[in-house]
C-alpha cells in the first residue's frame, strides 16, 4: 500500500537525517573542510555537496546544538523533532536538561513562516523563564 511504503520512507529518512547530522558534527570536530581547501563547513556543504545556503546552514547548526545535547541524534532518529525544532528548542536547552530536552510539539506557521510552541516547556532555563537577557 502507498501508505505503508511512505511510512517506511519517512522513517528511513529521519534516520538517515540523523546519520547526516554526526557526519557533519564529525567533518566539523576534525575541521576536515580546511583539510580540502575550503574556507569553512558552510563552504563545503554548499561548493562540494551543492546544498542550499538555507539547507547547509541548518544542518551545520542543528549537528552544532546536537554536538552539546547528543540526545537530539536519537530524537532525530526517531522523529520526535526536526531541524527547525532543534534551532526553536535551542535557547531552551541547558546544561540541566542535557541528558532529557524539553518535549515540545512544533508546528510550522505557514503564514508568519516561523515555528512557535505548542505546548508549554517543563524544563526552560532561567534566562528563558524569566525572559532576561542577561546571563
Not at 534516520?15 to 558552510?42: E, M, N
Not at 542543528?62 to 535557547?91: D, Q, Y
Request: aromatic letters at 6%.
Amino acid at each position: 500500500m502507498l501508505l505503508d511504503r511512505f511510512s517506511d520512507l519517512v522513517a528511513r529518512d529521519q534516520h538517515h537525517s540523523a546519520s547526516l547530522l554526526r557526519h557533519i558534527d564529525a567533518i566539523d570536530q576534525r575541521q576536515l573542510w580546511a583539510k580540502q581547501g575550503y574556507p569553512s563547513l558552510f563552504e563545503l556543504c554548499v561548493s562540494r555537496y551543492h546544498m542550499s545556503e538555507s539547507t547547509a546552514g541548518k544542518r551545520i547548526g542543528a549537528a552544532r546544538i546536537a554536538r552539546r545535547f547528543p540526545v537530539i541524534f536519537e530524537m532525530v532518529s526517531r522523529g520526535e523533532i526536526h531541524l527547525s525544532g532543534i534551532h526553536c528548542l535551542k535557547a531552551h536547552l541547558t546544561p540541566e536538561n542535557r541528558s532529557r530536552p524539553p518535549r515540545v510539539h512544533l508546528r510550522l506557521r505557514l503564514r508568519s513562516r516561523r515555528l512557535r510552541l505548542v505546548h508549554p516547556i517543563p524544563y526552560l532555563s532561567r534566562r528563558a523563564a524569566t525572559g532576561s537577557r542577561s546571563p
